[in-house]
């Protein structure tokens, strides 16, 4: 039972709680209570002494807005950005529900008139009852839905990402061959910035978005962002993925060797297998990177999302705003964690189905 | 003579830093059909270097192999191999590990045939139990029946073993030992299994083929052994000439031995 505890923890990367488990089992309390201390009192000290420092830096430098925020200030922001988002969720849903009653009441008006006889009329009411179920709810975006746009186009970029690096990967660890051809665009690919890749995106975006913008998938933006983001972190998955389908133990190629696998069961059964670790660890990178990524092309492609929140705040300029962009910092770098905290469980769950012995 | 499975001076030149060197050179030897050759000779003098090439696994440099026939050119299923580690997909139970090649192997037999297949290799080899356990669920004995059970299943033309019981503690090789015995009285495979084990290749053998060292190692000396199969251990080792047979083979190693310090 409790080895079976503790595996979880270790599995989702909470190893630090380890000592409570063991000090409610009452297993050697006086050393748990160390381990306790260390696991977290030091990261509770740290913070306190992180957030005595900030207090202490915003009262002591002056912007031009004013004081830098404190730590309240942000706090407040964050609680007024929670209610701008709830107050705007409230909105929405008024002004769907009164264009309801509206095209109902339209409706019925036509209904009336053509048992009227008044064709002309039941039409026109009609023709405006069709109008009124167009009509869209427009407001600025809320804080909320920033982040839900950030996180929706962080995913569908690291997907296409992945979709292109894993097969890529596995050629070039399977073909020396492809892997020299290719070595030299990789390198000089990999090391460059988002901010150069997304002017020539979004132009390419630009010429080969034609559809009607009713018709479409996805928005234009949406698309530059997330292929900017998906330009960027794929090399970390191909370059793992490379490592780890060329770093397979030469006993294993023999089986299939011997058994003269094709090369899709090869594939399938034993190269991707054996590879996992490694490429869930360039998943891993890849989505870290990703996120950082799109941040800055929000930011500079003026995409919605978090990146351009940050950027519309510091337009705005007043000491307000400026918590506001505190409060985004903070959103990102939690969310950031989030999403590498996902990937660790994702990664030691396959590490530890195909470690060996 | 031809056999059913022939080596015809064959040779192996491996390219080093220090240049080419001959490893094994003009090694001949016939094995006929459902015949099992245990192979001897001091660490290093080209044992592995043979059984890979017969197994396909490692380029022939100078003659050829033939099996049943035909002249080998790289791997196939018609030839088993089990090597000295377990070498079992550690993601796959030892049963998919089993399938994987039966299914390769018959790929138009019906499901519950190959299952049947497999199922039964893995009661050979006393494993029926925990068929559906990880590689790292099983003992290093265990794993290494798991081996058996997979070279034996794709039913090879021959088998080729490498020390496939070196890094077991002396009661389990002793039991694999009988285990593959039982096997091949069954089967009536044709084999060849590198050993340094005097024992295991008296106890197992019909022939034992005995290297010279290295480098430009071939074949030095060969024994039959005339035991009765089935064979029972205490039957074998209160044997008459056993005693005698295990003299010429421990003679003709120490003698290589004291060439080789002669030559150094
Ligand atoms: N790939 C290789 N490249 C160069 N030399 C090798 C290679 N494989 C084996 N050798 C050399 O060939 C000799 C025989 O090796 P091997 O066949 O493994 O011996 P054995 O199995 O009899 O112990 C050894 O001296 C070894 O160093
Ligand atoms: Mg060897």
Redesign the interface.
Known sequence: MSATIFRFLDRVGLEAFAPVVKLIQGEDVALQMRRIAVNFGAPLLTFLLFLGAWSFASSHIMTKYGHLPSPGDVVTQAGVLWEAHVEGVRAEKAFYEAQETKIAELTAAAKIFSERGQADKAARMEELAREAKQAKFSASPSYVTQILTSLKTVFAGFIVASLIAIPIGVLCGTSPVVQAGLNPLIQIFKPVSPLAWLPIVMICVGALYTTRPEEAWFEKSFLSSALTVALCSLWPTLANTALGVASIEKDHLNVARVLKLDTWTRVRKIIIPSALPMIFAGLRISLGVGWMVLIAAEMLAQNPGLGKFVWDMFQNGSSQTLAQIMVAVFTIGIIGMGLDRIMIILQRSVSYASVSR | MRGYVELFNLGKTYDTPKGPQVIVEKFDLNIEKGEFIALLGHSGCGKSTVLTML???NSISQGGIVVAGREIQ????D???V?Q?P??????TAYDNVA??VD??FPHASKAERRATVEYFMELVGLSSSMHKL??ELSLGMQQRVGLARAFA?QPKMLLLDEPFGMLDSLTRMELQEVLADILQKDGKTALMVTHDVDEALFLADRVVMMTNGPRAKVGKIIHVPFERPRERARVLAHESYYDLREQMIEFLEEQEKLKHQAA
């Open positions: 197994a396909g696994l790289g791997p196939g299923p030839r088993g191999v090597f580690a070498c079992l997909l550690p993601w796959m994987l090649g390769r192997v590689p790292k794709v």
